[in-house]
């Protein structure tokens, strides 16, 4: 059966993917939206186009890298519908590779990541009524299937979230509990904006939202899109190093 999410959690819901996907729900008949952020003014525009849809919206400026934090958000936010869907969203580009931007890409993107997830897990597991569909979804990135020189911090943290969902997949069949990575390719975002290497298959932010909503309704596993870049990256990731090394030195870099 085709799944129909009402009550959502979207963490990184001010642009990007997670502000398309936070409208794409409110246009199709979700009742809650709780959307979280960190520039406010990005994030109360968000959630005022979403009430205009007719939705109720519970915004929340929060930083995911703020564990006790994001627990109490999420069990608040439980409280007040009983979530379908938890989308560990959030994410940061690394930029220069300096030791600062390193360790806050990893905190962001693992850490920020594990603090949406876990307690939301935990809130599932406890779950008496089994009516209410539970599903775990986050954003990883077609850069993890294999490291890439262009992006290192940023790649090898996708990689992580994404091997860490596939096999949570596993691991929480048995408590009914569906968990989703999502995979995407170049996408139109505050991201991709600061990018100055060439950025194929580029998609605007609406309709990545609309693959990856329809690809959760039939509890798909592994939503990587646009597909040619899924299979070249997957290609690379099974070719010997020497191959690879050389294929990488011939691509264009940042500037």
Same mark, same amino acid.
């Given at each position: 059966?085709q799944k129909k999410f009402t009550n959502i959690l979207i963490t990184g819901a001010s642009s990007g +993917?997670?502000? /398309?996907?936070?409208?794409? &729900?409110?246009?199709?008949?979700?009742?809650?939206?709780? #959307?979280?952020?960190? !520039? $406010?003014?990005? #994030? !109360? *525009?968000?959630?005022?186009?979403?009430? *205009? @849809?007719?939705?109720?919206?519970?915004?929340?400026? %929060?930083?995911?890298? *703020?564990?006790?934090?994001?627990?109490?958000?999420?069990?608040?936010?439980?409280?007040?519908? /009983?979530?379908?869907?938890?989308? /560990?969203?959030?994410?940061?580009?690394?930029?220069?590779? =300096?030791?600062?931007?390193?360790?806050? =890409? &990893? !905190?962001?993107? $693992?850490?920020?990541?594990?603090?949406?997830?876990?307690?939301?897990?935990?809130? &599932?597991?406890?779950?008496?009524?089994?009516?209410?569909?539970? =599903?775990?979804? +986050?954003? /990883?990135?077609?850069?993890?299937?294999?490291?890439?020189?262009?992006?290192?911090?940023?790649?090898?943290?996708?990689?992580?979230?994404?091997?860490?969902?596939?096999?949570?997949?596993?691991?929480?069949?048995?408590?009914?509990? *569906?968990?989703?990575?999502?995979?995407?390719?170049?996408?139109?975002?505050? +991201?991709?904006?600061?990018?100055?290497?060439?950025?194929?298959?580029?998609?605007?932010?609406?309709?990545?939202?609309?693959?990856?909503?329809?690809?959760?309704?039939?509890?798909?596993? @592994?939503?990587?899109?646009?597909?040619?870049?899924?299979?070249?990256?997957?290609?690379?990731? +099974? @070719?010997? !190093?020497?191959?690879?090394?050389? %294929?990488?030195?011939?691509?264009?870099?940042?500037?």
């Amino acid at each position: 059966m085709q799944k129909k999410f009402t009550n959502i959690l979207i963490t990184g819901a001010s642009s990007g +993917i997670g502000e /398309a996907l936070a409208l794409y &729900f409110a246009a199709h008949g979700a009742k809650n939206l709780f #959307l979280s952020g960190r !520039n $406010v003014e990005r #994030l !109360n *525009d968000v959630a005022e186009r979403c009430r *205009d @849809l007719g939705t109720t919206v519970y915004p929340r400026v %929060i930083s995911v890298c *703020d564990k006790e934090a994001m627990a109490q958000w999420i069990t608040e936010c439980n409280r007040i519908a /009983a979530l379908d869907l938890v989308m /560990a969203n959030a994410g940061v580009s690394t930029g220069e590779e =300096t030791a600062e931007n390193v360790y806050n =890409t &990893f !905190n962001t993107n $693992v850490f920020g990541v594990l603090n949406t997830i876990t307690p939301a897990a935990e809130i &599932f597991k406890m779950r008496a009524d089994k009516t209410i569909s539970k =599903t775990i979804a +986050i954003t /990883a990135s077609i850069a993890g299937y294999h490291g890439l020189p262009s992006c290192p911090s940023y790649s090898a943290a996708k990689a992580c979230v994404k091997a860490y969902g596939e096999a949570l997949r596993g691991s929480l069949k048995a408590d009914n509990i *569906d968990v989703s990575v999502i995979c995407p390719g170049f996408v139109k975002s505050r +991201i991709t904006d600061k990018n100055t290497c060439p950025m194929p298959f580029f998609m605007s932010a609406e309709k990545a939202a609309e693959i990856i909503v329809m690809r959760l309704e039939k509890n798909v596993g @592994l939503i990587a899109f646009p597909w040619p870049m899924r299979l070249a990256t997957w290609a690379l990731s +099974i @070719l010997p !190093n020497r191959l690879t090394d050389m %294929i990488y030195a011939a691509l264009p870099h940042k500037v």
